[in-house]
């Protein structure tokens, strides 16, 4: 695993966006594989600001996002696909029609997670971004999620039904479950980038990156991906 330790968010977020605009601007049909959460949110605003200036193109880009809460509909604020339309799509030029994500509010369950592992295998992601749960989550694979897992719908668990509260009202909106991309299907990117700051990262950073190959830290799976780069701020990185 290559480890890019930097001083800051700041300079986090540029050191993953001159990845990203690296493989954009290589292949204009690439597949990116995108994450939800805090963490990218600087990265993203990076993209946008290279996309206006540059300006790198996204119009044939296709993306496929990890995770989506159950329940909630695409319009809905608290959504990923809102956050993904709010945060990138809508600032730069992808074609929404190629901006991939579980449908939250499918009528089966079973069919949706069959659609989304049907199109991953058909669009291979070129690089697949991911942030870190500070259980050692990645995407919403739990703890003691098999590493063999395809997309499923999870119950989340208490400590990440707690983090994620901060960006709902009060804790009982959170939903309890979500759709996510399974540990094989993000295994099988050629790339993999993950970003973790802030020292509430940083036991599962240490568990990333020198705790034994478990799947009680899902995480720990990306010790056996050819081609994965951490990036981690100062906070994040205390503990290597
Ligand atoms: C988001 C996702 C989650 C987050 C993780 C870290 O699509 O799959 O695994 O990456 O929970 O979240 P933040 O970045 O908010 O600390």
Redesign the pocket.
Known sequence: MKIIKTKDYEELSAEAAKILIDIVRSNPYAVLGL??????LGLYKKLIADHTKNPTSYKHIRAV???EYKGLPKEHKQS?AYFMRKNLFEHIDIDLENAHIENGVAADEQAECERYDKLLKSMRQDIQL????SNG????NEPNTSFESTTHVVNLTES?IK??ARLFNNIEEVPKQAY?MGLNSIMQAKKILILASGVN?AEAVYKLVNGDVTEAVPASILQNHPDCTLIIDKEAAKLL
């Open positions: 994450a939800t959460g805090t963490t990218p996002n990890l995770d990923y991911l942030g870190l749960g989550h990645i995407a919403f990440t983090d994620n996510t990262k």
